[in-house]
């Protein structure tokens, strides 16, 4: 498949990452998903990237000093699968210039959440 080499950031149950399966899987997308993105283990989402044939990169937060040191992981293995663009799609968190600086201009979000006044389900508006 030709176009952009793609991670999907995804943390809940996955269905935005499902629709990005299902249009690559129609030749519409432009590209291939070479890599799912996820900060809970057992999200849903997880189970869909490997139903998919997706290669998974998961984390838990709690296992880093911060959101540097995580997001340095991240980074490493997005340059090792030689991704081009990210999408954003349901990631509840925040990122940092560690990801942010390096995909500048190559980072869709199609889970806009206006934090911290809009943090959806079960989210405290305080803790973002």
Avoid: W
Avoid at 95 to 112: A, C, D, K, Q
Wanted: include cysteine; charge should be neutral; aromatic fraction near 8%.
């Amino acid at each position: 498949m030709s176009g952009y080499r793609i991670a999907v950031f995804a943390s809940g149950t996955g269905s935005n990452f499902q629709a990005l399966v299902e249009t690559q899987r129609s030749g519409k997308l432009g590209g291939e998903i070479t890599l799912l993105v996820c900060d809970k283990p057992h999200a849903p989402v997880v189970e869909r990237a490997r139903n998919a044939g997706i290669d998974s990169f998961v984390f838990q937060p709690k296992d880093y000093a911060s959101r540097e040191d995580y997001e340095r992981e991240i980074a490493e293995e997005l340059e090792r699968r030689g991704v081009d663009l990210i999408v954003l799609a349901g990631y509840m968190r925040l990122l940092t210039s560690v990801l942010v600086e390096p995909y500048h201009g190559r980072m869709i979000n199609i889970h806009p959440s206006l934090l911290p006044s809009f943090a959806g389900k079960k989210r405290d508006r305080t803790s973002a």
